[in-house]
């Protein structure tokens, strides 16, 4: 029994620490604990119900606490229960091998001692960015790493959702680093992704592991909503990529739809997009198209036979998109998905990345090719994107 129960605890909510509660009881009940052998760490208070929440694996601001060391709860000091003081010890080992290996991660970071580190079911995050104004409350960076979490396993959940996946469908972790200094992602970075760039806002590995590494450059990312949408819009990225069979479409010519659906995603925030993943170092603060706000410029180019061809379109990579057709693209995705589902979309996008050609999957999943397919875009466009700004 005793070793059962400390297998069970790695990865488990902070809460599953509890589950001892429902093993063998004390041998005398105890009105201190109420038979359960632990109590609450009294050292948490409020924080209690953030820490214990189901989306909570680990936290480095809990493993810090010396009465608990990273378990919330302590032993009762007037019973005693075997079971439960070994479930206490092997959490407690179990919660400093686990941060161990995410400071490993970001091992010679020049804020290290700055960071801290969360671990939800499915996203493992180093984090440091500065408290900052969400709505109308300033959440300190501890409880902006919470609301990141859980942002991050929001997106997850609307991207399995719209697409109709099963967890099998997205079977691997992801890490995310969220830096507040610039000279921290210039070291992790390049090093968690492999990519050289040290100048970047942000850089990613889309295989076989999952990883996007950024900082916080206000002149891009003034506020919350400017930080959010970046996460989300590279997550999705990496979602896309996980997605089986595990493939980055980028580089396959399919960019528009490696980009098109993280702006959907994106623009699904507050109704704009404003990343982009082509050339980030050379890219002036401000850069994109329209102001980030689509629909109504998508609109007009469709009026005036201005908006890229499908068949154009679809043979480009993620890097050869201009911020114009980053915006048609993404209305490409808007219309499929709106207009036909998202079970479609995911059913094209396991033939593309089967390998099959565009024209051969259109025609099986939509009974489209690439020159039917524009009419149909181009009179939803005008059904649905007014010419009128915010309309």
């Known amino acids: 029994m005793r070793r059962f129960v400390a297998a069970v605890l790695l990865g488990l909510p902070f809460a599953a620490v509890c589950v001892a509660q429902d093993g063998p009881a004390p041998q005398s009940h105890c009105v201190k604990c109420n038979g359960h052998g632990q109590l609450p760490c009294p050292k948490h208070g409020k924080a209690f119900e953030l820490e214990s929440g189901a989306l909570v694996q680990w936290c480095s601001d809990v493993l810090a606490c010396k009465a608990c060391e990273g378990t919330l709860h302590v032993d009762c000091k007037v019973c005693r229960n075997a079971e439960v003081e070994a479930a206490l010890e092997q959490r407690r080992k179990l919660a400093q091998e686990w941060l161990a290996e995410r400071k490993k991660h970001v091992a010679g970071a020049p804020n290290i001692d700055d960071f801290l580190y969360l671990s939800t079911p499915h996203f493992d995050l180093s984090f440091s960015i500065k408290p900052t104004t ?3 409350k300033k959440l300190d960076t501890h409880a902006l790493m919470h609301l990141y979490g859980e942002r991050l396993e929001a997106l997850r959940d609307d991207f399995a959702r719209t697409l109709e996946l099963t967890d099998d469908d ?28 040290a100048r970047a806002v942000g850089l990613k590995q889309m295989g076989p592991e999952f990883v996007y590494s950024m900082w916080q450059d206000l002149r891009s990312m003034p506020d919350d909503e400017g930080l959010h949408r970046n996460i ?38 507050d109704g704009k997009c404003t990343n982009f993943c082509f050339e980030e170092v050379l890219m002036q603060p401000g850069a994109g198209f329209k102001g980030g706000r689509w629909q109504t410029p998508v ?28 915006a048609v693209a993404f209305a490409y995705v808007d219309f499929l998905i709106t207009d036909r589902g998202g079970a479609k979309f995911r059913d094209m996008l396991r033939l593309l990345k089967q390998g099959k050609e565009t024209r051969e999957v259109l025609q099986a999943v939509y009974g489209l090719n690439p020159l039917t397919i524009q009419p149909a ?4 466009v005008k059904e649905h994107y007014s010419l009128q700004p915010g309309k």
């Open 377 to 380: 875009f181009e009179a939803w």
């Open 170 to 197: 997205l079977p691997d972790r992801c890490r995310v680093h969220m830096f507040r200094a610039s000279n921290d992602q210039a070291v992790i970075g390049p090093k968690e992704t492999g990519f050289g760039n």
């Open 299 to 326: 609109r007009k180019l469709v009026d005036d036979g201005e908006a890229a061809s499908f068949a154009a379109l679809s043979i480009l990579n993620s890097d050869q998109l201009t911020f114009e057709q980053h």
């Open 134 to 136: 969400v709505g109308k």
């Open 232 to 269: 989300v819009h590279h997550t999705t990225h990496l979602l896309l990529s996980q997605m089986k069979p595990m493939l980055w479409m980028g580089n396959r010519k399919h960019g528009w739809i490696d980009e098109g659906l993280a702006h959907w995603f994106e623009n699904r925030i």
